[in-house]
């Protein structure tokens, strides 16, 4: 029985599940088209190399690495352990943004910048999944690269609700900086330790303050460190508030004093386009941002984020082609489709077959395939029964795939150069020329 199901984490699209995707995706395609990006495709799998060290602790635990090909183990030194990296040197891919990076530091030269595109593939994470979390699943990407304005972010955060407005989706766009949280870090003594203060604090949404607190202890932060980092843990009131705030307790940390002021510019105009919060608390946990940072949560489902993404000024740098800073975000296509289902937000798109053509025999199967050709050519959806059956069999089929129509064209048809349709949901009959098949109003009784 095992045999027959996907992988753990992995799932089947049935053609009505298809078809619901690719409807999200035509919206987005068509926002970021707007936005001036282009698209871009990179490989299910990158050199191990490329992949390892871009993501934190969490994150390189992930990924999928595949084994060498050919027989490797003639080359391992001590095949009884043998090391990681005799086994693989290649991974699938974590996420889309360092596969864009390593595109753009490989053909910086020829690249205009600023350099924008979207991206829309699969990704790979060998996590534990759950409700709107897989092992397999889709981003939709879009990033600048060659910019340091913080226009870029803007306009990001206005895609996001343009995005999500024409999806019919309430979203709010929580933003933050990881310049600010250095500078918690810093006034806390902890300015080394950022990577361990982060990592910890981007677990708050799912095991909570307390829980964080105690990651902390367990990587090695005193009880004066823990209660220094406390105010990281709770927002303070509106925007504002926690600016001014934030500015006051930051006011000693260079870094934290230029990450107020850049999300003080940030919120005001990023504000007019739609629901933002500021969360001092958002983390991001992967280590390559540097700048803002975001993430979309449905404001009426009980779902994960949505969305996120933020600045990262030293990614191509990795891969030998410094100073060109980028931002970028990310839609989770599965989690919006599941929002949009739950909150019936989604609509049917069009699937399947409108006319099954019958076939009442060998002789009449020329004309019967004739109408097919005629009907297709008009737009219309249609299959041909594959042989002659059983009238009430091929009625039969059509209902099951879903046809609203089934057109008889056999011999008396022939003869008068017709077709005759009949309403599988009305029991309505029409006798039309094979010339008006085009105009005929297919809608008519759905």
């Known amino acids: 029985m095992s045999q027959a199901r996907p992988a753990k984490g992995t799932r089947d699209f049935s053609a009505a599940e298809v078809l619901r995707r690719r409807y999200v995706v035509g919206v987005l395609q068509s926002v970021f088209e707007r936005y001036g990006f282009a698209p871009l495709e990179t490989p299910s799998f990158e050199n191990l190399e490329t992949l390892m060290g871009k993501y934190g602790e969490e994150g390189d635990r992930l990924i999928f690495k595949i084994l060498r090909s050919g027989d490797f183990m003639k080359s391992v030194a001590n095949p009884t352990q043998p090391k990681a990296s005799e086994l693989a040197d290649k991974a699938l891919r974590y996420d889309l943004t360092v596969p864009f990076a390593r595109y753009v530091a490989q053909n910086a030269g020829v690249l205009a910048m600023p350099f924008r595109r979207y991206q829309i593939q699969p990704v790979w994470r060998a996590d534990n999944p759950q409700k709107g979390r897989f092992r397999e699943f889709y981003q939709c990407d879009a990033d600048v690269v060659g910019s340091t304005s913080l226009w870029q972010e803007v306009e990001l955060v206005a895609m996001y609700h343009e995005a999500f407005a024409t999806l019919g989706l309430d979203v709010v766009v929580r933003v933050n900086h990881r310049g600010l949280l250095a500078g918690i870090a810093e006034v806390a003594g902890l300015g080394d330790r950022l ?122 740098g990795i891969f030998g082609v410094p100073g060109l800073s980028g931002v970028g975000i990310s839609f989770g296509l599965d989690r919006i489709v599941l929002c949009l289902e739950e909150r ?74 017709t077709v005759q349709l009949k309403n599988l949901h009305t029991g309505e009959q029409h006798l039309v020329s094979r010339s008006a098949l085009g105009e005929f109003r297919w809608n008519q009784g759905a």
């Open 344 to 417: 019936n937000r989604m609509p049917n798109p069009a699937s399947g077959p409108q006319v099954l053509v019958v076939q009442f025999s060998e002789a009449e199967a020329d004309y019967a395939f004739a109408v097919a050709t005629d009907l297709r050519a008009a737009g219309i959806r249609t299959v041909m029964y594959p042989e002659p059956a059983k009238i009430k069999k091929q009625f039969d089929h059509a209902e099951r795939i879903g046809a609203q129509w089934v057109a008889l064209a056999g011999a008396s048809e022939q003869a008068q150069d």
């Open 195 to 316: 990577i361990d203060f982060t990592v910890a604090l981007d677990k708050l949404d799912k095991v909570g303050a307390e829980g964080v607190r105690s990651e902390w202890r367990d990587r090695g932060f005193t009880e004066a460190q823990c209660a220094a980092l406390e105010p990281a843990l709770t927002a303070s009131g509106g925007i504002q508030d926690t600016l001014t705030q934030m500015g006051k307790w930051l006011s000693a940390s260079e870094v934290g004093t230029k990450a107020v002021a850049e999300l003080t510019w940030l919120v005001e105009r990023a504000g007019r386009t739609g629901n933002i919060a500021l969360d001092v608390t958002l983390a991001r946990g992967l280590n390559y941002y540097t700048g803002c940072i975001f993430e979309v949560q449905a404001t009426d489902v009980a779902m994960g984020s949505v969305g996120g993404g933020g600045r990262y000024d030293n990614l191509t």
